[in-house]
Nanobody, 116 residues
Framework: QVQLVESGGALVRPGGSLRLSCAAS????????MGWYRQAPGKQRELVAR???????NYADSVKGRFTVSRDNAKNTVYLQMNSLKPDDTAVYYC??????????WGQGTQVTVSS
């Protein structure tokens, strides 16, 4: 059974930082491209950041220079370090695991709220 469990979401003030974690089980983690997506109320889910099995990364323009995605294959965990947070970053953040042979899996999401 595949499980992606996100953690680290919280209420934070503008300019603050958070680190999200996503622990995976039931998959050969090192073979997967891991991604972070977010969905704000009334908006479509959007890609935030992604890291391939080789460690290549890409980011949404809105988070470049502020967010960093990383992975620890020994711990089956992907991280999203978020700095200089803005109110527009408020959303539910979802972890995603993607591999062409098995398809895509999603976590249940973790809430990030940026507000003063």
């Amino acid at each position: 059974q595949v499980q992606l469990v996100e953690s680290g979401g919280a209420l934070v003030r503008p300019g603050g930082s958070l680190r999200l974690s996503c622990a995976a089980s039931g998959i050969n983690f090192s073979m997967y491209t891991m991604g972070w997506y977010r969905q704000a109320p009334g908006k479509q889910r959007e890609l935030v950041a992604r890291i391939t099995l080789l460690g290549s990364t890409n980011y949404a323009d809105s988070v470049k220079g502020r967010f960093t995605v990383s992975r620890d294959n020994a711990k089956n965990t992907v991280y999203l370090q978020m700095n200089s947070l803005k109110p527009d970053d408020t959303a539910v953040y979802y972890c995603n695991a993607d591999y062409v042979r098995t398809g895509t899996f999603w976590g249940q999401g973790t809430q990030v709220t940026v507000s003063s």
